[in-house]
């Protein structure tokens, strides 16, 4: 016992010489990070195809299917085609009176797509579109009534589907995994724009660095 002691002053004496305004909670946080990086590099070495990044990619390929079957399912009864009208309805909501090119940009549709989607949502009610004060050439839209309902009724289903999702996880679980999926997101965000207009994927190469 007293070893290990002498082990954990060691290393908070190291990093406050690296850090000197550490505080107990960075401690925490760089002891976990070194620890997972040793993992990482020990089981980097006996992944399938020796490539984390590639299993990675395989994992939330898999997660987006599962996920998919269970709003699928929760969803099913609705006048929805998909999740995506749902994210639709979400995005128009939170902005109030956004632009249909927004929305679309957003919602990391394709043009087309994004179009036929804003149709339904307008055929069966959900949606209202407006004329632009600013822009003649353009429309905004808005929730409906309807649309409004429908959004509440979206979230309470979606709700219970990433309950099944998810719900696996501890509170501390998700804890430490959403902070790192909204810097992964952020980062993709931050590119989104210059990685649509690229022509392949060595071009996008060069605009991540």
């Known amino acids: 016992m007293a070893n290990k002691v002498v082990e954990l002053v060691n290393v908070w004496a190291k990093m406050e010489a690296e850090t000197p305004d550490l505080d107990l909670q960075t401690f925490c946080r760089k002891c976990l990070q070194e620890h997972n990086d040793q993992a990482f590099a020990e089981a980097e070495a006996v992944l399938p195809g020796g490539s984390a990044p590639g299993v990675l990619g395989m994992l939330f390929g898999k997660l987006y299917r599962y996920t998919n079957i269970y709003v699928k399912k929760a969803l099913q009864d609705l006048p929805l085609s998909s999740i995506d009208e749902a994210i639709y309805l979400e995005i128009i909501a939170r902005a109030q009176t956004p632009r249909k090119s927004d929305v679309i940009h957003e ?103």
């Open 107 to 209: 919602a990391l549709s394709e043009f087309p797509s994004g179009i036929d989607i804003i149709k339904r949502l307008v055929k069966h009610g959900l949606v209202e579109e407006l004329p632009d004060a600013e822009d003649r050439r353009s429309k905004r839209l808005r929730l409906t009534p309807a649309g409004h309902d429908m959004l509440l009724e979206t979230r309470e289903r979606l709700g219970r589907a990433s309950q099944l999702a998810f719900g696996t996880l501890s509170q501390g679980e998700m804890a430490e995994l959403i902070p790192l999926l909204f810097r992964l997101e952020q980062h993709h965000a931050n590119h989104y724009k210059a990685v649509r207009s690229a022509s392949d994927i060595e071009t996008v190469e060069q605009i991540f660095g």
